[in-house]
C-alpha cells in the first residue's frame, strides 16, 4: 500500500546527491540479507517529512537529472518495502537515523554516524530539497501518507516512538514560520496529534485548559471586586480561595438556579471568560463569590452558605441511593432514614453470611469459570453437583429446612418490606426450640455488635 | 444478577471474585462436617462475615475511608485498637466542639447544640459508617454515600451465591 502512496504523489525528484546510484546497490545487498526494508521506507517517510518543515532549503537544485533515478529509488523502496516483515535490530538504527538527519537540518550534507554506513548515504541530500512552495505541499500531502502509514506501523513497532518524535520535535518551530499554509494539510494535525507535542498542539490546548479553568475560577467581575476585596482582608483571602472556588464550581452548575439579576451579572461574566481566553490574565489568588440579593456578604457567612450547599448537595445524592427517600423532607428525617437504611444492610449482610456458614457445602468453585461469559452454564454444573450433596449433607444442622431459608430469604426483598415481627414467627416454625436456645446461648458468649444480638432475635 | 454483562474491573465483579476465593478457602480449611455444633457455625459465619468485609474493603482499594478504617479493625487486634481509637476520637476536639471523655475503652462523645440538632443522628451514622469518627459532615456524607452503594452491591453478590448454594 505504500509503495503506491509512494508513486501516486506525485512528488518532485530529490536531490540525493551522486550517492544514490552507490546508495542503490546497498539497499539491494541489504535487501539480500535480513536488513529491513520497511524501515528504508519509514525513514524516506521520515526524511521528507523533514522536507516539509525544511522547505526554506535553498537549493535550487536542477531535478531532472536526478529525476530518473529518484523514482526508481522510490520503486526500489516501495517494492522493498512490499515484502519485509518487522526486524526489531533495524529500530535504534532507524532512530539514530532520524535523529541525526533532523538534528541538522540545513546543512547540506549532513554527517550520519550510523550504524550501516553506507546504505544511508542516500539521506545525504535529504536536507538539499528545493524551496519549491508547490512542492512542500504535495510534501505536506505525502507525508500525510507518511504518517498514516507511520500510525500504523507505529502500533506495530512499539518504541519506535523516538524516531516519531524526533520528528515531529523537529517539525514544529520551522512550521510555525509557515503555520497558515501548512497546518491546513492533514499531515500535520495528524502528526501534531500523534506527538502529542506543545508547540503545536499546546496552542490549542491550553485554551479549553485554560477557559475551563476559567470558567471554574474567574468569575471575576469587578462588581464582585469591589464587593469581595473590601470585606475580605488577605488573611482570609486563602481560605476563602478555597470555598469560593468550590462555590464557582457549583454555581457553574446552578447558575441556571440562580436569581435573575444574578442572571445577567453571569452572563457578563461568561462573556467576560470568553473574551478572557484570547488575553490571558494573570491567575488570580483567590476566588470572588457572587453574593445574592438579601444575603450577608461577610466572609463567614459565604463559608457557611457554601459548607451548607455542599451538604445539601450531598443530601439530595443519598437521598436518590436510599429507596423511599423522596418524600422525605428535612436533614433530621433524610439521616433517619440513611442511618436506618445502612443498619438494615448491615444487618442483611450478616444473616447472608450465616447462611452461607451454614448451608456451605464443600463444593469446589471455578473462581474465573463463575465470572467468566459462559457462566450460567458453570452455575447448571454446579446446581446439578449440589442436589445430591445437599440430600447428603444435613440441610441446617439444626433441622431448619432449605426451604424455610428459601422463604425466609423471599420475604426480605427490600427493605422497606422488613417486618421483623413476621419474621420471627417464620422462623421460630422452623426451629426446635432447643435448637433455637443453644443457638441463642452461644451467639451470647460471644462478644459482636448489637446487630449480632438482633441477629440471635431473628433466627 | 446478569453474569453475562460482567464488566471485569467493576466493584461487583472484583468483590465477586475475591469474595469466592476467601469462600473457598474457609472452606478447605474447614470443611462442614455432619456434626458441627452451632458454636462451629457461628465462628464459620464470624470467618465468612469477616471475609465479605475484607474482600469489599480490598476491591475499594482504600481510596475511601471506611474500608480503610474497616480493613484495619480487620487486622489490629482489639486491644491495639482500644487505645488507638482513644487518640483517634480525642482529636475530634479540633474538628468540631466536642468533649470526650473515656473509660475503659468506651468513648463517649457529646456534641454541642452547634450540630443544630442533628448531633443525635449524627452521631448514630458515624458510629455506622467505618472510620466516620473524625470526620466533618460533608464529608462523611459522601463515605456513607459510597458506603451504601458497596453495601448493596456486597448483598447482592451474596444472596445471588446464597441462593446458588441452597438451589435445590
Known amino acids: 500500500m505504500d509503495n503506491q502512496f509512494f508513486l501516486d504523489a506525485g512528488i518532485p525528484p530529490l536531490h540525493f546527491g551522486s550517492s544514490l546510484s552507490s546508495s542503490l546497490s546497498p539497499v539491494m545487498e ?97 536536507a538539499d530539497f528545493s524551496a519549491d512552495p508547490g512542492f512542500a505541499e504535495r510534501a505536506a500531502k505525502f507525508s500525510c501518507f507518511g504518517s498514516r502509514s507511520f500510525n500504523g506501523r507505529r502500533t506495530q513497532f512499539g518504541p519506535k516512538d523516538n524516531g516519531e518524535i524526533a520528528a515531529c520535535r523537529f517539525n514544529p518551530p520551522p512550521v510555525n514560520v509557515k503555520l497558515p499554509r501548512v497546518s491546513s494539510s492533514p499531515a500535520m494535525k495528524t502528526l501534531a496529534a500523534n506527538c502529542r507535542e506543545e508547540s503545536t498542539v499546546s496552542e490549542q490546548n491550553p485554551d479549553p485548559g485554560f477557559k475551563g479553568s476559567n470558567s471554574r475560577k474567574r468569575k471575576a467581575v469587578p462588581k464582585a471586586k469591589t464587593n469581595e476585596t473590601s470585606p475580605s482582608p488577605s488573611p482570609n ?73 455542599k451538604i445539601s448537595e450531598r443530601m439530595k445524592l443519598l437521598q436518590n441511593l436510599v429507596p423511599g427517600c423522596n418524600k422525605v423532607t428535612g436533614k433530621a428525617l433524610m439521616l433517619d432514614e440513611i442511618i436506618n437504611y445502612v443498619q438494615s444492610l448491615q444487618r442483611q449482610v450478616e444473616f447472608l453470611s450465616m447462611k452461607l456458614a451454614s448451608v456451605n457445602t464443600s463444593l469446589d468453585f471455578n473462581v474465573e469459570s463463575l465470572v467468566s461469559k459462559d457462566a450460567s452454564i458453570s452455575f447448571k454444573h454446579f446446581a446439578e453437583s449440589n442436589i445430591p450433596n445437599s440430600a447428603i449433607s444435613p440441610k441446617l444442622n439444626t433441622h431448619l429446612p432449605q426451604t424455610q431459608i428459601n422463604r425466609f430469604i423471599k420475604t426480605v426483598p427490600q427493605y422497606p418490606s422488613f417486618c421483623e415481627g413476621d419474621l420471627e414467627t417464620l422462623v421460630q416454625m422452623g426451629f426446635g426450640h432447643n435448637q433455637s436456645q443453644e443457638m441463642a446461648l452461644h451467639s451470647q458468649n460471644f462478644q459482636g455488635s448489637n446487630q449480632v444480638s438482633d441477629m440471635k432475635v431473628e433466627l | 444478577m446478569d453474569l453475562h454483562n460482567l464488566n471485569p474491573s467493576s466493584l461487583k465483579s472484583r468483590f465477586t471474585t475475591r469474595f469466592l476465593r476467601a469462600l473457598t478457602e474457609i472452606n478447605a480449611r474447614k470443611p462442614i462436617a455432619s456434626s458441627s455444633s452451632p458454636r462451629e457455625i457461628f465462628q464459620r459465619y464470624r470467618r465468612i462475615k469477616d471475609a465479605a468485609d475484607t474482600s469489599m474493603a480490598y476491591s475499594v482499594r ?76 460533608c464529608n462523611l456524607l459522601d463515605e456513607t454515600a459510597h458506603y451504601i452503594k458497596c453495601l448493596t452491591t456486597q448483598v447482592q453478590v451474596m444472596r445471588t451465591i446464597a441462593n446458588l448454594y441452597s438451589l435445590e
Open chain 2, 62 to 137: 482504600s481510596r475511601r475511608t471506611w474500608s480503610k478504617a474497616t480493613l484495619w479493625r480487620l487486622r489490629t487486634p482489639s486491644h491495639r485498637r482500644r487505645l488507638a481509637s482513644f487518640g483517634r476520637r480525642s482529636s475530634l476536639n479540633k474538628t468540631r466542639t466536642t468533649t470526650t471523655a473515656s473509660h475503659r475503652g468506651a468513648v463517649v462523645v457529646q456534641i454541642t447544640s452547634r450540630g443544630g440538632g442533628l448531633g443525635v443522628q449524627l452521631e448514630e451514622l458515624r458510629e455506622l459508617v467505618p472510620g466516620g469518627e473524625a470526620m466533618d459532615l
Open chain 1, 237 to 309: 483571602s486563602s481560605k476563602v480561595t478555597k470555598l469560593n472556588e468550590a462555590s464557582n464550581e457549583k454555581r457553574c452548575k446552578l447558575s441556571k438556579t440562580n436569581g435573575n439579576e444574578n442572571g445577567s451579572g453571569k452572563a457578563e461574566e461568561e462573556d467576560a471568560n470568553g473574551s478572557n481566553t484570547k488575553a490571558p490574565e494573570p491567575p488570580k489568588d483567590y476566588i470572588h463569590v457572587r453574593a445574592r440579593r438579601g444575603q450577608a456578604t461577610d466572609s463567614h457567612s459565604l463559608a457557611e452558605r457554601v459548607r451548607r450547599e
Open chain 1, 30 to 126: 541489504i535487501q539480500s540479507q535480513d536488513c529491513f526494508p520497511t524501515d528504508y521506507g519509514l525513514q524516506y517517510e521520515s526524511a521528507l517529512s523533514s522536507m516539509v518543515s525544511s522547505p526554506a532549503s535553498s537549493n535550487g537544485n536542477n531535478m531532472s537529472s536526478e529525476s530518473l533515478m529518484m523514482r526508481e529509488l522510490i520503486g526500489k523502496l516501495g517494492s522493498v518495502g512490499n515484502s519485509g516483515e518487522i526486524l526489531h535490530h533495524s529500530q535504534p538504527m532507524l532512530a539514530a537515523a532520524s535523529s541525526s538527519c533532523y538534528s541538522t537540518p540545513l546543512n547540506s550534507p549532513p554527517k550520519l554516524n550510523l550504524p550501516v554506513p553506507k546504505s544511508m548515504g542516500l539521506k545525504s541530500g535529504v
